[in-house]
């Protein structure tokens, strides 16, 4: 998406200066630039707080947060919120929670490339004005589109990563299975803990839980 200079409410958005101008713009001007627009109930931004250093990211919203305009407020974001809390983490403190689309797909199915297409100059904006230390993907649409890694054969070969990348300078990226994965196969939820206390391990090491 290309910011139109004559266009005032893509200038407001993505020309925000800060994290709550970018939202209070966004739902006010309600995108309507892809098909997602046209079942939505709700655009769903984010959850959590914008100063945490932490951001995770998902894939779209699903019923739950349509309806409630959250986003991870359905049963995987409760999971992800418990096992974030079985090592001290809480998701809405020490975490921004943002989605790869803003806008529910019907059906629960993962985005189309050109609906991640068309929302990525918002996640980017979000990220820019955020600028966390620590930024993690959280399933394979994540890794696709805000990672850019459209290459990858299955999370099993990237899951667990932890490394830099010039896209995001600043951050250290993690891959961690999407939490709505281990509803369908709690038998992989142990990794998922492992993941969660690297995070947490991190954190401490690097002093990134105490401003
Ligand atoms: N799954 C996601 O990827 N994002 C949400 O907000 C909820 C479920």
Redesign the pocket.
């Known amino acids: 998406m290309q910011l139109d200079l004559f266009d005032q409410s893509a200038n407001a958005i993505l020309g925000a200066k800060t994290y709550d101008e970018f939202r209070a713009a966004l739902l006010k001007a309600g995108c309507t630039k892809c098909r997602l627009s046209q079942s939505r109930t709700h655009l769903?931004l984010d959850r959590g707080n914008p100063r945490a250093k932490v951001v995770l990211i998902?894939?779209?919203?699903?019923a739950d947060?349509d309806a409630q305009g959250k986003?991870?407020v359905?049963r995987?974001?409760q999971l992800m919120d418990r096992l974030f809390r079985a090592v001290d983490l809480d998701t809405n403190r020490h975490c921004l929670i943002l989605?790869v689309v803003k806008c529910r797909p019907p059906d629960n199915r993962p985005p189309a490339a050109d609906e991640a297409d068309t929302c990525m100059p918002f996640l980017k904006k979000q990220l820019d004005l955020v600028r966390p230390k620590v930024l993690v993907f959280?399933?394979a649409t994540a890794v696709k589109y805000a990672l850019g890694r459209k290459e990858i054969e299955s999370m099993e070969s990237v899951v667990g990563q932890m490394f830099t990348t010039p896209q995001y300078p600043g951050a250290t990226c993690l891959i961690f299975y999407?939490p709505?994965f281990i509803l369908r196969d709690p038998r992989k939820q142990p990794i998922f803990e492992q993941h969660v206390r690297a995070l947490k391990d991190y954190l401490v090491r690097e002093a990134l839980l105490t401003a």
């Open positions: 769903v998902g894939e779209g919203p699903g947060e986003a991870f359905g995987a974001g989605n959280l399933g999407h709505a």
